[in-house]
């Protein structure tokens, strides 16, 4: 078991009891909330930007933001649809290539760490500052997303496809079980492997990480594509949830991550967060949401009080790292 | 007469380590007091107190009689008190007039920039200091010297009373050191009290009327400069009637593990003037060499270059084991066996947010992991071994290493380089800004790994510590060795004397 005492700290137990109250008013507040059919209807809404704000805090970690996910997102999505139902037809070589479900998910994911490997190589070899790259991404993908599907959706992708996005496995949901695996594999990155270790290092002071022989280009880079690949694995979740592959999915999905990263208390600048504070950052949120369309709040006001949410617990965060 | 500024027990601790402790000071109008002492010996810490940046602390200071505090730097120019920091504070892409007026620019009657006015103030200002640039030039296109020059303009505009100077002279050449001493005496005859606090002696005989020494935080003399000699300033700087313990030379019969060979470094912004001309030197197995020169000389771009830093820039040869290397990368150089501790803790030595396990196994990691995984029983024993050894004082391993004394910081990166057990361990101003009793632990250790066959490269800017600690001794200036001595010859004079760099060119 990974030992809950390292990795766990004082804002992720304050966030913890925020979620609590937060449940408890909703229980108390509506009729709807404490049901184990809306209890599954957040968690499965809530594993797309789970998976993404995973990869966003690795790189978060390392003092970087990743902008591009939401593209990256959609293109990945379109990409696995379209070989999904059309294959990949090259007229001029006369060449047909039909696709299984596995071989347009792994597609799909090949071109998302792709793309991650690119802001990567960007930010380390070109220096280009990780917020310009990744917003040159996220334009580029969504250019890319759109010539894809040529501005329409890509529709019936069969059941064994949709199963992904709304099977059930052993009573859970599929959505559930994908972006669990994540969390977990992500959890056993970060505070098990060099890598991790690594990442935790170029982000708290990147001379000196460089100075300790720690390869910063190499890690960063990896950083970028692994954030890239779980977007295409929201993607994989989106397209196969709505059976469909819409290009304009995914928008300002990387301001949801960034605020799960954030409420989870780690650190812009780097260095200092944990994954299970992103997760407890994205049931927030979640909650929140489900929450407030339960209780019927306009969607105007839902929008103001999750970024007064965000607000705040940056500011908590702040104090708590002033009185440590 | 009264004093125009008094400073009366003032005592200043961080984090437990005092900086200052009871310090008095006096100064009246119309004379030049020098502020001298060691590196670490608490001059910068009483001058960040004068220029209201650090604001909690015992004492009093009185201004013309009157305690006055201060809750931030503005409170302190605006009293009259001006300070000249050491390194500059101007901004690169605003002219010189820009900076000189920032925070306390001059508005019209509308509430707009008075941009006229405030050229002229500047040109007036300039004039004065006979620095001949237009006050519309861009600061970052000035040289050095100039743009100290225009830190000097920037405290002279408040027409403060009392104007500190942090080795103002460290960055300027002769002609512009003789404008600054100009200047200084024109103040001194306005009435002004002047600090200045500089390193070399004989500027300090040339201007100076009073003398204050500190030592460790403390006071340790204090009087007027025609009345102490220089050998016996240096002794209370020191703190020891000559008593450098002197290691007899190792002579280098065993193996040349480093061999340097004309390196060069490419200075980018004046291609005229390299950061490092024509180095040579060897260094031998289990060798102590110690490197000194003032800032600027080009002691850590040395270090940086032999660390596969720079290597873009460099030509000549470095051989490691008789192997030529052109590393690339601190990999490459580390792979090979060459280890850093370098200059600045904070910026480039610690994590500062990591535990002092975590930061200790940085260079290791390899050997705290099992099975491709971190390992914490593996941790805790590379910790237990280097707690007891280099006698870090910490709570537990998962502490942050921010939370340490300096001297504990340095202990820990030395321990994560001890680890790897390099063959070159380089030492960039190992004992800056920690106490004497670190620093002690520290020249053992440096002791203690030479004799184990580590060859050791030390840089340090205080001649004690080269003369306490070195096998042989290399002087830098201007990115060129100057002198060799071995630890028989060495004595404060000729090194010091070695690393100026008028000295060079008659």
């Keep these: ?324 | 007469m009264t004093a125009l500024l008094e400073v009366k027990e003032i005592t200043k601790k961080f984090s437990g380590v005092t900086a200052l402790s009871n310090v008095n000071l006096r100064l009246e109008g119309g004379k030049v007091t020098a502020l001298i002492g060691e590196n670490g010996a608490g001059k910068s810490t009483l001058l960040k107190i004068m220029s209201g940046i650090y604001t909690d602390f015992e004492g009093q200071i009185l201004f013309k009689g009157q305690e006055i505090k201060f809750s931030k730097p503005k409170d302190a120019q605006e009293m009259g008190i001006g300070i000249i920091h050491q390194e500059l504070n101007l901004i690169p892409y605003l002219t010189v007039a820009q900076n000189i007026f920032l925070g306390r620019e001059l508005v019209n009657a509308f509430g707009f920039l008075d941009r006229e006015k405030m050229i002229n103030k500047t040109k007036a200002l300039l004039s004065r200091l006979k620095l001949e640039v237009e006050p519309t030039a861009l600061v970052g296109t000035l040289k050095v010297g100039q743009q100290q020059i225009v830190e000097i303009a920037k405290a002279l505009l408040t027409e403060s009373e009392v104007v500190f100077m942090d080795e103002p002279t460290s960055a300027i050449g002769e002609s512009e050191v003789e404008v600054l001493f100009e200047i200084i005496n024109k103040l001194k005859a306005e009435g002004k009290a002047i600090v200045y606090i500089s390193h070399k002696l004989d500027e300090l005989f040339a201007l100076a009327d009073d003398f204050v020494v500190l030592r460790d935080g403390k006071v340790v003399g204090q009087g007027g400069v025609s009345e102490i000699s220089r050998a016996q300033l240096i002794n209370m700087m020191a703190g020891r009637e000559v008593k450098v313990v002197k290691k007899p030379t190792k002579n280098c019969t065993e193996e040349k593990v480093l061999e340097v060979k004309n390196l060069g470094l490419l200075n980018p912004e004046n291609p005229q003037r390299p950061l490092l001309k024509d180095i040579s030197f060897d260094l031998c197995k289990g060798e102590v060499l110690g490197v000194y020169g003032l800032m600027g000389a080009g002691r850590t771009e040395l270090c940086e270059s032999l660390f596969g830093l720079n290597h873009r820039k460099l030509t000549g040869s470095i051989l490691l084991n008789g192997q030529k290397t052109g590393f690339k990368s601190p990999i490459e150089a580390i792979d090979a066996g060459m280890a850093l501790v370098p200059e600045d803790r904070k910026k480039d030595g610690i994590v500062a947010g990591m535990s002092v396990s975590k930061n200790l196994s940085l260079t290791v990691i390899e050997k705290v992991s099992k099975f491709g995984f971190l390992s914490d029983v593996l941790h805790t024993k590379l910790y237990d071994k280097h707690v007891a050894s280099l006698k870090i004082k910490v709570h537990n391993e998962d502490q942050a290493i921010k939370n340490l004394s300096g001297g504990n910081q340095q202990k820990v990166i030395l321990g994560k380089w001890i680890e790897r057990n390099p063959t070159v361990l380089m030492l960039d101003e190992p004992t800056r800004g920690i106490d004497i009793n670190a620093k002690n632990e520290i020249y053992e250790l440096i002791a203690r790994l030479s004799a184990s066959g580590i060859s050791i490269l030390v840089i340090s800017s205080e001649i004690p510590e080269i003369l306490a600690i070195s096998d042989r001794i290399l002087v830098m200036s201007e990115g060129e060795i100057t002198a060799e001595f071995s630890s028989e010859e060495a004595t404060e004079t000729n090194i010091m004397n070695a690393c100026i760099p008028e000295n060079m060119n008659q």
């Design chain 1, 1 to 324: 078991m990974i030992s809950l005492k390292k990795n766990f700290n004082i804002a992720q137990f304050q966030s913890l009891i925020a979620l609590f109250v937060l449940c408890l008013a909703l229980a108390l507040l509506t009729d709807n909330f404490m049901t184990t059919d809306n209890f599954w209807n957040v968690m499965r809404q809530i594993s797309v930007n789970v998976c993404i704000s995973v990869g966003m805090t690795l790189v978060v970690l390392t003092a970087g933001i990743d902008l591009s996910v939401g593209s990256i997102l959609a293109f990945c999505g379109a990409v696995t649809a379209g070989l999904l139902k059309n294959g990949l037809s090259i007229p001029s070589l006369n060449l047909f290539i039909g696709f299984t479900v596995l071989g347009a998910i792994v597609a799909g994911f090949l071109i998302g760490g792709g793309l991650g490997f690119v802001n990567g190589y960007a930010v380390t070899k070109f220096k280009v500052p990780p917020f310009v790259a990744t917003l040159a991404m996220l334009t580029m993908a969504r250019g890319f997303t759109m010539l894809w599907t040529k501005g329409h959706p890509i529709t019936g992708l069969g059941d064994s496809f949709g199963f992904l996005g709304t099977g059930w496995f052993l009573g859970i949901p599929m959505p559930v079980w994908i972006s669990g695996l994540v969390v977990i594999t992500a959890v056993i990155l970060t505070s098990k492997t060099r890598f991790g270790r690594y990442i935790y290092a170029i982000g708290g002071n990147e001379n000196a990480s460089r100075l300790s022989g720690i390869p910063i280009n190499k890690v960063k880079i990896w950083v970028y594509s692994i954030a890239g690949l779980l977007a295409a694995v929201g993607g994989v979740l989106v397209t196969a949830r709505l059976d469909s592959a819409q290009p304009n999915a995914g928008i300002s999905y990387e301001l949801d991550a960034i605020a799960a990263v954030v409420i989870g208390g780690t650190s812009l600048s780097g260095g200092r967060g944990t994954i299970w504070g992103t997760v407890l950052g994205a049931i927030i949120i979640g909650v929140l949401n489900n929450g407030l369309i339960l209780m019927n709040v306009s969607p105007f006001w839902q929008q103001v009080i999750k970024g007064m949410v965000i607000l705040l617990a940056v500011i908590i965060d702040k104090s708590n790292q002033k009185s440590e």
